[in-house]
Nanobody
């Protein structure tokens, strides 16, 4: 499967962005989808995961209440709505698909997108 992340850009503090991740090559409607990010000089951070049905979601504490993950299986696409952005959210954002053992697990993803850069200015 190929994952194509898009929607990143340069925004100001307090604004919003919606990232998209379009999947091709495989029907991802039966796998979990997750979003991760990696800031400069930082380790990769697991932000959110949505189950294949959309019925279960996980958020890291750092984004809970500000970010929302959703999916449209008919379009083979997962989204990350990001609100109230702050400079600390500056990072390359990646989407991934797979079968994590637990919703909060960062392991178990076997396909990764190329990343989209989000820069939040103060």
């Amino acid at each position: 499967v190929q994952l194509q992340a898009s929607g990143g850009g340069l925004v100001q503090t307090g604004t919003s962005l919606r990232l998209s991740c379009a999947a091709s090559g495989r029907d991802v409607s039966r796998v979990a989808m997750g979003w991760f990010r990696q800031g400069s000089g930082k380790e990769r951070e697991h932000l959110a995961t949505i189950a294949w049905s959309g019925g279960s979601v996980y958020y890291a504490d750092s984004v809970k209440g500000r970010f929302t993950i959703s999916r449209d299986n008919a379009k083979n696409t997962v989204y990350l709505q990001m609100n109230s952005l702050v400079p600390e959210d500056t990072a390359v954002y990646y989407c991934a698909s797979g079968w994590p053992s637990y919703m909060d697990s960062a392991e178990g993803y076997d396909s990764w997108g190329q990343g989209t850069l989000v820069t939040v200015s103060s």
